[in-house]
């Protein structure tokens, strides 16, 4: 602005995060007091993300920049067709769709206000990988496990039991790696762990009717066994509803599938 009074446009990344390094910078300053500034850089940005729904989270991304002069000296303004994102980003795990950008008033004290740029966007999870590494095989093994329960063999049942349990037990070791390091659940946490406590109660319902055979009681262990046909299957179903309420409704996190 013309009230400039000599000072030179200053600002700050709000969320930056280490060094910022500076390939090149230039600054044109018109008479009127308008002011552009050009600079390529690199550098990281903190942004607090929202993991419960993982894998089915879409985050969102933020660059916020501040004037270091109140406003009455400098306002920042968008210029059309400078804002943007590559093409070749490079960013394997999120796909980047769109972009925003907000031009806000905030307070800094003294009562006065600075002008704040953000450069904002969304970005959803791509989920090819989670759905044929992850997905697809828990459905194979919950299906394996209620096959097992068609067998009248109790003995055969409780081999096949075991043996899933232990495939599941290596199957989320191997996963482990991938999973984000937090503080509380996310939706796949939750998944594994439901699938490992159900596995590890199919093995013991198949040792109780066992019992149930040897004792003589070969009888009653059919009719329960005929129930527990029918409740296995539908308990997955709950659990995975209950889950997706819990997760990926009632959290509020974003739920984005493309």
Known sequence: RDRFQGRWPEFTFQNQQGNRWTQNKVVVVWPDGKARYFERFTTDFQVDFDFRPFPFDAQEFIIRVDALFPEEYFVFSDLEGYSEISSGHGEDEFMITGFETIITSEPAGNATSISRFIFRFEAPRHLNYYLLQVFIPIVLIVGVSWITFFLRDYGRRIEVASANLLLF????FSLSDNYPRLGYLTFLDYIMAVMFVLSALVVA????????????????????????????????????????????????????VY
């Not at 037990?169 to 989320?172: D, P």
Request: proline share 4%.
């Open 205 to 256: 319902y198949n040792v109780w009717l066992k019992r149930m055979e040897m004792r003589g009681n070969g009888d009653r262990a059919d009719r329960i066994d005929r129930i527990g046909d029918w409740v296995y299957p539908l308990a997955n179903i709950l659990l995975l509803g209950f889950g997706i309420w819990a997760f990926l409704i009632k959290s509020g996190g974003p739920f984005v």
């Open 169 to 172: 037990i290596a199957f989320s």
